[in-house]
């Protein structure tokens, strides 16, 4: 175990049982979703913090630093969630990251699907930004609105991740179809199991209005939340275990998994029509011919 971990574990385990004994019988159990259980603390422990019981935790940015954490495990294929409560008021420069990477370091040729937030001025909206890697390269952004206020109350934001699709979906609304046409060397990254991460940091050379808004220092710390982490995937052990196989028994490798459900593409097609507010596919000034991978239907 490493030393970082060790000086985690003892608030954390301490806050545990404190709430063993300070809650009423029917509280929620600590042991699948705590967070020593599933995570380390990547960078900056000062700016991470739980509530009393352990089931909440919390990233903070200061001007001196942001902060992230990642699973211990990693995983190939799966549904992977949390519940996130994105920093209010002025958050303009800030941006939550939430995503899924083969690396730890951002290895040039890392795989990646990521969920980042990019903060706003007060009553500004927020914007979700999606985006795919594959062997280092990335460049397949989309921006969303969302159809509420991601700093009012937690709402779900998850990935399902199969041999045939990608599917980003927030409160189980898919907002992000991205398929494997199965030819080999295309862009689908399914090769290598990844971690899942989390981190706050300062982006304001780009996020808010192409990197207009820069971050009010004043207003810090910003804080994101985070609860209710949840992965239902193959975990991975070295050498290569049962996740190589795309024909499990596992709910996310079956035949249902690989497209979205009749009732998913009526929530999709709502999506497309109101949310996206940029898609590369359709960026003709950056992609003289489009990727290949944006002719593939997402219906199908
Ligand atoms: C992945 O990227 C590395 C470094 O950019 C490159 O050398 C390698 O050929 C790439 N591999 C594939 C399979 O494209
Ligand atoms: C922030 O608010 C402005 C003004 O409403 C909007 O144009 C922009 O898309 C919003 N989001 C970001 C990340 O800049």
Known sequence: MEKRVIKMA??????ALMAEILAPASA???SKGSFEDNFDIM???SNFKTS??????????DKTSGCGFQTK???RF???SMRLKLVGGDSAGVVTAYYMCTDVEASPTRDELDFEFLGNRTGEPYLIQTNVYKNGTGG?????????DPTEDYHTYSVLWNAHQIVFFVDRVPIRVYKNNGKPNNFFPDEKPMYLFSSIWNADDWATRGGLEKTDWKKAPFVSSYKDFSVDGCQWEDPYPACVSTTTKNWWDQEPSWHLSDSQKKDYAWVKRNLVIYDYCQDAQRYTSPMEECDLSPWE
């Open 140 to 148: 397949r952004e989309m921006r969303h609105v969302l159809w509420f």
């Open 73 to 75: 495990q990693k995983y």
């Open 10 to 15: 003892i608030p954390l385990l301490f806050a």
């Open 78 to 80: 799966g549904w992977f």
């Open 52 to 61: 009393k019981d352990g089931q909440i935790w919390f990233l903070s940015l």
């Open 43 to 45: 960078f900056s422990e």
């Open 28 to 30: 929620v159990s600590l």
